[in-house]
Structure formats: structure tokens, C-alpha cells
């Protein structure tokens, strides 16, 4: 324990977050923010860093998900878009509006088709925006 809380509450995460440590020379680490960001770190080797800061979202960014394959990240923004990204260099490669503007609160990849994005909006939608060329 630390003062008066314990140790859980100390290292508690708030919001989305994924770690891949797949490899035992790299672990990356991303998290979103609802000042509309993504943020991608490297973990390991070395000492942390943030290697990209994705931006773009004009509202809070309620989920991510990396592709099978790691070189691309799909977000969901209470903005009411969802967005594709090259996390290597921080580019947008997609942005799709929701239909009826409504905000976005999850989205993932089809496990076995990083071409096929699934997304929900805040009226419990369940969307299929239109596939996208892979990077």
C-alpha cells in the first residue's frame, strides 16, 4: 500500500490499452485518450519511449484495435468517425463517418480478414464500414 490506497488502485489502468510482447526483444505498448489521441510506445528494448502520437479524432477515442498482422490500427472516436491508421509513421490512411453521426464506442478487426472492420455507435449500431486496401 501507498498512503491510503491499495496496491491495485496504485498501478490501476484507466482506459484501452494493449500490450504485445510477443517477441522477446520488442513489447510495444498503445493507448488512446479522450483528448483524441493514440499514443504508440516501445517498451522494450531500451529505455520507453512514444514512438508515434496518432492524431486526427476531433473527439475522445473510445477504442483500438491492431490488425492480425500489427501494422494497422483501426480507432472508434465519440467524434463519430472511425479511422485507419500506419502506426510506423503515424499516418491516417482512412477516415469513415458514422451515417448518423453518432459517436463510436468500439470497433475490431475480423480476426481472419484485416480487411473487414466491424464498429459500434452509441445507438448500438452494428456497422460494416467499407473495406480498406491493406498498407
Known sequence: MAGDTTLSENYAFAGVYHVFDQHTDSAVLACCSLDGT?????????PPAVL?????????V???????SNDVLVSAS???TL?????A?????????DPDGAALLCCAFQPLN???TVVSDA????????PHSPT
Open 78 to 80: 465519440l467524434d463519430g
Open 38 to 46: 493514440i499514443s504508440v510506445c516501445r517498451l522494450a528494448p531500451g
Open 83 to 87: 479511422r485507419l491508421w500506419a502506426p
Open 52 to 60: 508515434q502520437v496518432l492524431r486526427g479524432h476531433g473527439g475522445g
Open 89 to 97: 509513421d503515424g499516418r491516417c490512411i482512412r477516415r469513415v463517418p
Open 123 to 130: 445507438p448500438g449500431t452494428l456497422l460494416h464500414p467499407p
Open 114 to 116: 484485416n480487411n473487414l
Open 62 to 68: 473510445a477504442d483500438f484495435a491492431w490488425s492480425l
